[in-house]
């Protein structure tokens, strides 16, 4: 794993790890392909959760964002928006697979046929730092 997310994810609750093959099925079934630092998180710890900052972030583990994406099929298949995480209250992360690889974005879920989504990063790492300096 990257040594600037390993750093900004320092003290998450990590899951057990992701089999390549799972990522790379996820990635057929969704549409997408993740950024690199986000495959290589995955096959180090398949979710996990924690204070990024003075923000709290859950990321979902594979099946979670399947079982998700299913939820909001609709409209995931409209504006290839993948959830893949939230910050336990009201706003949610997602993967905007109009990019290749993905970027990510930002989106209230109640609200996502509504309001724009709001751009993040093009990888985790950027995400994390982001979310470090933004509050």
């Known amino acids: 794993m990257d040594r600037t997310i390993k750093e ?6 990590y899951k057990a790890a992701a089999r390549r093959e799972w990522i ?12 690199q630092d986000y495959k290589d998180f995955l096959a180090y710890s398949n979710g996990a959760e924690g204070r990024a900052g003075k923000s709290y972030l859950k990321l979902f583990s594979l099946d979670r964002i399947l ?3 299913d939820l ?14 939230n910050d336990g209250a009201t706003w949610s ?10 970027v990510i974005v930002g989106v209230d879920p109640i609200a ?4 724009p989504p709001k751009y993040y990063a093009d990888t985790l790492a950027g995400f994390l730092q982001y979310l470090f300096k933004d509050k």
């Open 67 to 69: 079982k998700v994406r």
């Open 72 to 85: 909001y099929l609709n409209y995931a298949i409209q504006s290839k928006l993948i959830l893949f995480g």
């Open 24 to 35: 790379d099925d996820a990635e057929a079934k969704l549409d997408l392909i993740f950024p």
């Open 112 to 115: 996502m046929d509504i309001d």
């Open 8 to 13: 900004l994810t320092r003290g998450f609750s």
């Open 93 to 102: 992360y997602a993967f905007d697979s109009k990019s290749k690889p993905a």
